[in-house]
């Protein structure tokens, strides 16, 4: 007879609490960066990114659950935000480049 593959544990409140906390505390973090914006100057934008990875690799993990799945899954997602991203920044660097878009009307 084929066995079943064993269950994944799945965390309990307590995890779910903490991640809750760590987003709160993340999305506190990234308005008073808006706030101080004028203070902070040049790293505003890098700061914020920072905090937007953290946050997504935070709802990844835990919220769509990629943390408890096959590692394969995992890599499947991480290969296509690595072409996204890389797409991102290629049209970014066209844009700085070029001063607009390619395909202008």
Do not use: C
């Not at 499947?76 to 070029?98: D, K």
Request: glycine fraction near 4%.
């Amino acid at each position: 007879m084929h066995e079943h593959p064993t269950a994944h544990v799945q965390p309990g409140p307590a995890t779910w609490v903490r991640v809750l906390i760590l987003l709160t505390i993340a999305t506190i973090l990234e308005v008073l960066t808006y706030v101080f914006e004028s203070t902070l100057g040049v790293l505003t934008a890098p700061i914020l990114m920072i905090f937007a990875a953290v946050k997504f690799v935070l709802v990844v993990a835990y919220y769509m659950h990629l943390k408890f799945d096959n590692r394969i899954l995992t890599g499947i997602f991480a290969w296509g935000m690595l072409i996204a991203i890389s797409i991102f920044a290629a049209m970014a660097a066209i844009y700085h480049i070029y001063g607009q878009p390619l395909l202008t009307p």
